[in-house]
């Protein structure tokens, strides 16, 4: 009786008890700066990927998804493509975020899949140039893809691509009112509402979270 009230409370919560579902990232360097380039290896996308493995957990600790590597696509292979994706990837002046989503979907068209599409790219901003660290993830309607400037990129369990994962499996930000700098905060925390710090980002994903990236997962691939 026990095992199946477990199993359909994990049901309800879109967690399969048996597994976690496959998604396999694909990196792609965006730029051809010294600073990007010393990227371009397996050994740091193996690293991003062992990062997703173990610190995107719910909760409970438990894994939500089994991350792994796909294809690695060179600045050369990107360029070799002729996307205006990549033009505005590397202009010196701050790219309009509703115009990224058609411009990723015609460069990299793909039908229902399991993919997860990672740049690494130089972020620009009008205030502080190419100092600027910010990074992006998109669900783009089950086509995935993340911006991940290189200065955030080899940062072990405190990587960008821990929050922007997130992002790219449609979550939105949470707001931790009051919330300090050094404070445990969910994942998807952010300091945007103006009410709290964005914390630590350090928690695992709620029960609430993982239903709804599993709803989005079902509806990429399916």
């Known amino acids: 009786m026990y095992k199946i009230l477990f199993s359909s409370l994990c049901l309800s919560l879109g967690i399969n008890a048996a597994h976690a579902k496959?998604?396999?990232?694909?990196?792609?360097?965006?730029s051809n700066k010294a600073d990007v380039i010393q990227y371009q290896s397996?050994?740091?996308?193996?690293?991003?990927?062992?990062?997703?493995?173990?610190?995107?957990?719910d909760?409970?600790?438990?894994?939500?998804?089994n991350f792994s590597l796909g294809n690695s696509i060179s600045?050369?292979?990107?360029?070799?493509?002729?996307?205006?994706?990549?033009?505005?990837?590397?202009?010196?002046?701050?790219?309009?975020?509703?115009?990224?989503?058609?411009?990723?979907?015609?460069?990299?068209?793909?039908?229902?899949?399991?993919?997860?599409?990672?740049?690494i790219y130089d972020?620009?901003?009008?205030?502080?140039?190419?100092?600027?660290?910010?990074s992006w993830g998109f669900y783009n309607k089950g086509k995935p893809f993340i911006l991940l400037d290189w200065k955030r990129f080899d940062l072990d369990s405190k990587s960008a691509i821990l929050h922007e994962m997130g992002h790219a499996m449609g979550l939105n930000h949470v707001c931790v009112p009051g919330a300090k700098r050094?404070?445990?905060?969910?994942?998807?925390?952010?300091g945007q509402c103006g009410k709290g710090s964005m914390g630590l980002r350090n928690l695992g994903?709620?029960?609430?979270?993982?239903?709804?990236?599993?709803?989005n997962y079902n509806a990429m691939t399916q």
């Open 75 to 119: 600045y050369n292979a990107f360029t070799k493509k002729n996307c205006d994706f990549q033009t505005m990837l590397n202009k010196a002046e701050v790219f309009i975020v509703k115009d990224l989503a058609p411009s990723f979907n015609h460069c990299f068209p793909q039908k229902k899949s399991n993919q997860v599409f990672v740049f």
């Open 182 to 190: 050094q404070d445990a905060t969910n994942r998807m925390a952010s």
């Open 42 to 57: 397996s050994r740091y996308f193996k690293k991003q990927i062992n990062i997703l493995n173990q610190h995107f957990l």
């Open 205 to 215: 994903f709620t029960a609430a979270q993982v239903n709804k990236m599993y709803q």
């Open 123 to 134: 972020s620009y901003a009008n205030h502080n140039q190419f100092s600027d660290t910010t």
């Open 22 to 30: 496959n998604i396999q990232v694909n990196f792609v360097v965006s």
């Open 59 to 65: 909760e409970n600790h438990q894994k939500i998804f």
